[in-house]
């Protein structure tokens, strides 16, 4: 391909990813160490599973009847004839490495954290991809409603200190195995009145799982649903007592919410708790954060009865709201003259990364002129000339930028300057 030429079409990237280009990748990088940060200091450890798994795995986990698995699935098969799917979610995979490798009986708190990319086949728009990122979150072993709200708090200070402000969180409870089905049975009751003006989607949820109709986004969906019972009326005590603790809890912390009686969330596993954070300058895409309860996967699995509790954040999305200052970087540019200076150059730039300043040597043999153009073109903070008289004196010229300062000395003398001593 000659310059200028676009790339053939069919070498793209494919509809619904993106390449992180540099000038971009320093917020994303900012985002993973506020995020690593924030997480240690409430006691979390990072967990890394595999980008593909099992499809078994996120049918048993994420749920049969939810859209994610239904229609969303990147699933292939390999050549040994096995199901495997690019992991639409995170949870599912850090339930199966817990009982894989007994997490449970180490004594560590069941703490974990992630970060990585995610694959669903949805249609792409704004602030919805087929590859977009998560960071997730999740707890194991601890019942108490103290720390979903402990989560919550956690998810705030998080978008705290990435500058995002104006969201707002919504709480509700989706109940257990104990009370759903009736609710579950009363909510189908209902749902099948209105059936005539659901949308074939939803007609088709009324028989395999109502509680997904609260999901649509069509405006006669949604008024039907407005008519239909409340899982918050019908919870069974357990849940009640629960919920309430949660409340209590947030109040305790100061934390303002709203109760949201029809988030019930895209993924079946949830029970008790669940929860969004959704921001007011996204538009139709406007969750930057969900999570929940979900105190049966582990045993679903065949693994011990732990619960678990966590959530997951749009990368992307946070990111368009946050407002992550771009670090100013200090780049030292060496100016090579002739085949000596280059040779001694690379001894001199090893010099000074070696004591953590970044230099920049372009192996592109150029003059003077031509060295302090490109030098100002990338916006070079410092100049280090080498030329054949600096190197017979072994004392080098370094000009800043900024203010045309210039100073001469040895290697150790400009690293001094350079590093302000
Ligand atoms: P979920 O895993 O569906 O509970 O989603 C958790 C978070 O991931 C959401 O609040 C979004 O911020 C983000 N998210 C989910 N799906 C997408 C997508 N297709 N593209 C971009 N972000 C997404």
Redesign the pocket.
């Known amino acids: 391909m000659t310059r200028g030429d676009s790339p053939e079409k069919e070498l793209a990237a494919i509809k619904?990813t993106k390449d992180i280009l540099p000038g971009e990748v320093e917020s994303w990088q900012r985002l993973e160490s506020v995020a690593r940060r924030t997480f240690e200091l409430y006691g979390y450890r990072e967990l890394r599973a595999p980008i593909f798994e099992a499809t078994e795995l996120f049918e048993k986990g994420t749920g049969r009847t939810s859209d994610?698995v239904t229609k969303?699935m990147y699933t292939f098969t390999d050549k040994a004839g096995r199901s495997l799917t690019l992991r639409?979610?995170?949870?599912p995979s850090v339930v199966r490495a817990i009982i894989e490798h007994r997490l449970d009986l180490q004594p560590e708190p069941m703490r974990y954290y992630y970060m990585g990319p995610?694959f669903?086949y949805?249609k792409?728009q704004k602030?919805?991809?087929?590859q977009?990122?998560?960071v997730?979150v999740e707890v194991f072993g601890e019942k108490d409603a103290a720390v979903d709200a402990e989560l919550i708090e956690m998810a705030h200070s998080l978008l705290a200190r990435l500058n995002i402000s104006a969201t707002d969180t919504l709480v509700n409870s989706v109940g257990c195995r104990a009370c759903r089905p009736a609710y579950g049975r009363a909510l189908r009751e209902a749902a099948r009145k209105k059936m005539a003006v659901l949308c074939l989607d939803c007609q088709r949820k009324v028989e395999t799982n109502p509680l997904r109709i609260f999901d649509c986004k069509l405006e006669a969906c949604r008024r039907a649903a407005e008519s239909f019972p409340l899982i918050l009326d019908h919870l069974c005590e357990e849940c009640r007592e629960h919920f309430k603790a949660l409340l209590g809890w947030l109040d305790l912390l100061r934390i303002r919410y709203r109760v949201e009686p029809r988030l019930v969330?895209?993924?079946d596993y949830y029970t008790k708790t669940t929860f969004?954070?959704?921001s007011g300058s996204l538009g139709a895409?406007n969750?930057?954060?969900?999570?929940g309860r979900y105190d049966d996967m582990m045993k679903d699995f065949g693994g011990p009865d732990i619960c678990g509790t966590g959530?997951?954040?749009?990368?992307?999305?946070?990111l368009s709201v946050a407002a992550l200052a771009p670090e100013k970087r200090k780049v030292l540019y060496l100016a090579y003259l002739g085949e000596q200076a280059k040779k001694a150059g690379m001894e001199l730039g090893r010099f000074f990364r070696r004591n953590d300043v970044e230099c920049l040597i372009e192996f592109k043999d150029r003059g003077m002129k031509a060295h302090f153009g490109r030098a100002n073109k990338l916006q070079a903070a410092w100049v280090l000339i080498v030329g054949e008289d600096e190197l017979r004196k072994a004392r080098f010229g370094l000009k800043e930028m900024a203010t045309g300062r210039q100073v001469e000395g040895t290697r150790e003398e400009l690293l001094a300057t350079l590093q302000g001593r």
């Not at 639409?88 to 949870?91: G, I, L």
């Not at 969750?287 to 999570?291: F, Q, R, V």
């Not at 959530?311 to 946070?318: I, L, P, T, Y």
Request: glycine content about 16%.
């Open positions: 619904g994610v969303e639409p979610e995170y949870t995610m669903r949805d792409p602030g919805r991809y087929r977009f990122h998560q997730d969330r895209g993924l969004e954070i959704v895409q969750s930057l954060l969900g999570g959530f997951a954040m749009g990368m992307e999305r946070v």
